[in-house]
């Protein structure tokens, strides 16, 4: 069974930083696709970034030179540096992995930025 466990969440303030972790289980994930989504109230769920097996990153605009993403082939992790955190970044940020035709979702993590 596959399982997406993310950590890392939380409070924090403007120009702050945190760290997201997904670990994935249940089947090899070395050529998949590994990102981060986030929801906010009342919007849609939209792509941060993801990055492919090779490492290649992409990025949504609004994040880029803020955020930076890593994956740990071996672990099957992937990781969301998140720095100079703006009042727009709050959401449900959910860990997703493109695996062939299927993909999964983490249960999300909360990220509040307020002082």
């Known amino acids: 069974q596959v399982q997406l466990v993310e950590s890392g969440g939380g409070l924090v303030q403007p120009g702050g930083s945190l760290r997201l972790s997904c670990a994935a289980s249940?089947?090899?994930?070395?050529?998949?696709?590994m990102g981060w989504y986030r929801q906010a109230p009342g919007k849609q769920r939209d792509l941060v970034a993801h990055?492919?097996?090779?490492?290649?990153?992409n990025y949504e605009y609004s994040v880029r030179g803020r955020f930076a993403i890593s994956r740990d082939n071996a672990k099957d992790t992937v990781s969301l540096q998140m720095n100079s955190l703006k009042p727009e970044d709050p959401a449900v940020y959910y860990c997703?992995?493109?695996?062939?035709?299927?993909?999964?979702w983490g249960r999300g993590t909360q990220v509040t930025v307020s002082s």
């Open positions: 997703n992995v493109l695996s062939g035709s299927d993909v999964y």
């Open positions: 249940g089947k090899d994930f070395s050529s998949a696709i």
């Open positions: 990055i492919r097996s090779d490492g290649r990153p």
